[in-house]
């Protein structure tokens, strides 16, 4: 009796002892699933940002015999009286500024043509979304093909216009070069939001619709009482991700102006690239990355709190 007793009694903690044993087992194969992507998430994200951060408030040079000293704020002294970071800024934030709503809003027209129940529709879808997946650089150098003086857009405006008027080399001038990058970019990037929202739309249930339908409410009511706030969330990541893709606008230049001409398509990205690794000076290279870093997020958590839901 005493004995089964004892069994009895001792039962419970080997149930217990073996859900722990299941437990661990658990959490040692999730870890190990997540390891690598840590590991990588640690390695080009956490520490570059790390070392960018310390690297910021020292004269680090990217090759150099002697060791990095520490200088306080003496680079962020030196940012505020350069001229070309000045420049450089408004022309990321007049890029920034144009692109998100033009962008946004074209990606949002073809969302909704392309949302329509169609023959073919899944072509335009694709021939929309084709840019997306072709490289920026292969882009980049195509349209700087486009714009020469001789280039085919020169050639349609003056097919167009019956030889009375004749382009400019767009990427040379300094007037033109930027707003040739915008098109370009927007371009390019359209497609990649018009599929964000063709998902958001695909979200709305129909049954909103029809009822509107029933009340006789016309395309533009249907569009600004179902549709435009069916699609608040998604109206806020795409306006997010827009404006950080804008702001760290880099190959475009890169490939096709190097900042030029005068500097009238320098952003504060290629400034940074350009300073760390052409001039090689690290230190100032982090504190212009630190300083945009900054800058980026302001704008970022300000569109959130005015695109946020309200009650």
Known sequence: MSTRSGAAAGAPPTRRATRRRGRRRESLAALGMVSPAVFLLVMFIVIPVVLAFALAFTNARLVSPTPAQFTGLQNFRTLLDDPLFYKSLRNTFYFAVVVVPLQGGLALVLALLVNAKVKGVNFFRTVYFLPVVTSMVVVSILWTLLYQKTGLVNEIISHLTFG????????????????????????????????????????IPQDLYEAADMDGATRWVRFRHVTWPGLSATRTFVLITITISAFALFTQ???????????????????????GYSQQQTGYASAISLVFFVLVLAVSLVQRFLTREKD
């Open 253 to 275: 230049v890169s490939v096709m102006t190097q900042g030029g001409p005068l500097d009238a398509t320098s952003t504060v990205v290629y400034q940074a690239v350009r300073t």
């Open 164 to 203: 009375q008027v004749q382009g400019p080399d767009w990427l040379t001038n300094p007037s033109t070069a930027m707003p040739a990058i915008i098109v370009m970019s927007v371009w390019q990037g359209v497609g990649f939001h018009m599929v964000i929202w063709l998902a958001g739309l695909q979200t």
